[in-house]
């Protein structure tokens, strides 16, 4: 089966500006989730999506960071605007209904630098 | 809340060594405990998943063990090579199928 495919691989942007990053699941999973992955920190639950409703977004800066989930399937991320510390690799995972089982699945990652 | 801590947060052996990395939970509460490999700027691969009524998983070289009224798991890693420079992550799976990571053991191999 197909992986968990994000694009793009890296941005550099300047802060204050607004990216956008995009995620494709692997087919049938109804979980999504984003984590940040600061350099040296193991990642950080953002949000979780099952389906199109989101289970899980405590941990999102809500004043600057939005995400989405079209139609149960992909998801874009976006941070507007921007700041420095917002620089970390952003990944996305997805799961099955037996997720508890089988474990999840991540995409490569987009590393996001801004500066 | 649940923590997750690992350690070493670096180690450094000579190729050949068998070695062992240590993960630690502070909530008993979970369903299951993923090991996982990051090559540095790439995303996770998965490496192991011990369910939360099992002691222990084997992959090759790899196994790892799993206890959860200590919440403690440890990845055994035998015969080691300089491909199995990475770092290494655990994630434990809490309720509403949340995943919740330690910051990761850096290995590297000298050849």
Redesign the interface.
């Known amino acids: 089966e197909a992986g968990v495919a ?1 694009s793009p691989r890296y941005k550099i942007i300047e802060k204050r500006q607004s990216v956008a990053f995009w995620c494709n699941p692997i087919s049938g999973h109804a ?1 999504l ?1 984003w ?1 940040q992955q600061i350099l ?6 953002l949000i ?1 999506f099952q389906n199109n409703g989101v ?2 977004d405590s941990q999102l800066p809500k004043d600057r960071f939005s995400a989405e989930r079209l139609k149960g399937v992909d998801s874009t991320l976006k941070i507007q605007p921007a700041k420095l510390e917002d620089s970390a690799v952003y ?1 996305c ?1 997805s ?1 099955s209904p037996q ?11 987009t ?1 996001l630098t801004v500066v | 809340k649940q923590e997750v801590t690992q350690i070493p947060a670096a180690l450094s052996v000579p190729e050949g060594e068998n070695l062992v990395l240590n993960c630690s939970f502070t909530d008993s509460a979970i369903y299951n405990l993923q090991w996982f490999r990051q090559d540095p700027g790439k995303g996770l691969t998965s490496l192991l998943l011990i369910q939360s009524s099992q002691r222990e998983q084997t992959s090759g070289r790899l196994n790892a063990s799993l206890d959860k009224s200590s919440g403690r798991s440890t990845l055994y890693i035998a015969a080691s090579q300089p491909g199995d420079s990475a770092t290494y992550l655990c994630a434990v799976l809490q309720g509403a199928q949340k995943l919740v990571f330690g910051q990761g053991t850096r290995l590297t191999i000298n050849p």
Request: aromatic share 14%.
């Open positions: 994000q979980t989730y984590y040296g920190q193991g990642p950080k639950l979780q289970v899980d990944l995972a799961s997720g508890r089982r089988v474990g999840y699945t991540f995409g490569s990652g590393r």
